[in-house]
């Protein structure tokens, strides 16, 4: 009876302490789209909220686009320097710095990664558990930074069609 008493009291803590712990999982969503008069893929993955480390206007996206597999980052309105640029500095884990790096500014809200450093950064991420972001306005000096699990990207990227 003693014996039965103690698993129904630790049973009972556990899942208290559980719910106490406001215990999150994150992961990477995949939305399925295409381009309605082209008909190319524009699947795209991203985080969810749990995710993120922080509240504020900077979230991420892998797409895929007519040139292929795209790096993208939306954010609050940022001016940009006189070649509609801002600079961005990346880094997965321990790993070197990425950065920082001009990427191009549209529509002052979504910023995107040159395409020729997007392979080597989706492939550190596929082996790393979080990735550190930092954005800089140019024009104003304003900064935006993230810390992003990287929970699930390994298997979220190989469902983009662009990414094979």
């Not at 940022?78 to 509609?84: F, N, R």
Request: charged share 25%; proline share 2%; net charge negative.
């Amino acid at each position: 009876m003693q014996c039965i008493k103690f698993k129904v009291i630790s049973s009972a803590l556990f899942c208290i302490l559980l719910l106490e712990s406001n215990l999150v999982i994150a992961e990477w969503l995949y939305v399925e789209s295409s381009d309605p008069f082209e008909d190319h893929d524009t699947s795209s993955i991203s985080p969810d909220i749990a995710s993120y480390s922080y509240e504020n206007d900077l979230a991420l996206a892998i797409k895929c686009e007519f040139d292929g597999l795209n790096f993208q980052l939306t954010h609050s309105y940022m001016l940009g320097d006189s070649d509609e640029e801002v600079s961005v500095l990346l880094r997965i884990d321990n790993n070197e710095v990425y950065g920082p790096e001009y990427w191009s500014l549209q529509a002052n809200t979504i910023s995107w990664m040159p395409l020729q450093h997007v392979k080597n950064i989706v492939e550190e991420m596929k082996s790393g558990d979080r990735m550190a972001i930092r954005i800089t306005d140019l024009g104003d000096g304003e900064q935006l930074a993230e810390d992003v699990s990287l929970d699930g990207f390994r298997s979220s990227i190989e469902r983009l069609s662009c990414y094979n």
